[in-house]
């Protein structure tokens, strides 16, 4: 049984950091692009970041390019979020998500993601 489990959340005024973890389990993780999506209250989920298999591509919304990094260390089987200089905006649940079939870059819609974590809440004050 394929589980992804998002931690890290939390609520931080403007302009602090967080650092989401997702850690994967029951799949080759290093068989799957990894992605991060977020959803604002009353929006829908939107395409955050993606990272490739081995890590040598990753993606980013234009919202939050510059201030967010993605990486993953396919040992543990974990990709991370790192978020800097957050903004009221960037309030939303997050998730990650696995694709197992992009083979060699990244994919940043919903629909090639086949596993989902539940979700952790970023809570950003002004």
């Known amino acids: 049984q394929v589980q992804l489990v998002e931690s890290g959340g939390g609520l931080v005024q403007a302009g602090g950091s967080l650092r989401l973890s997702c850690a994967a389990s029951?799949?080759?993780?290093?068989?799957?692009?990894m992605g991060w999506f977020r959803r604002g209250p009353g929006k829908e989920r939107e395409f955050v970041a993606a990272?490739?298999?081995?890590?040598?591509?990753?993606s980013y919304s234009v919202f939050v390019k510059g201030r967010f990094t993605i990486s993953r260390d396919n040992a543990k089987s974990t990709v991370y979020l790192q978020m800097d200089n957050l903004k009221p905006e960037d309030t939303a649940v997050y998730y990650c998500?696995?694709?197992?079939?992009?083979?060699?870059?990244?994919?940043?819609?919903?629909?090639?993601?086949?596993?989902w974590g539940q979700g952790t809440q970023v809570t950003v004050s002004s």
């Open positions: 998500a696995a694709d197992r079939r992009t083979r060699y870059g990244v994919a940043e819609a919903t629909t090639w993601y086949d596993y």
């Open positions: 029951g799949l080759t993780f290093s068989s799957h692009a």
């Open positions: 990272i490739s298999r081995s890590g040598d591509r990753t």
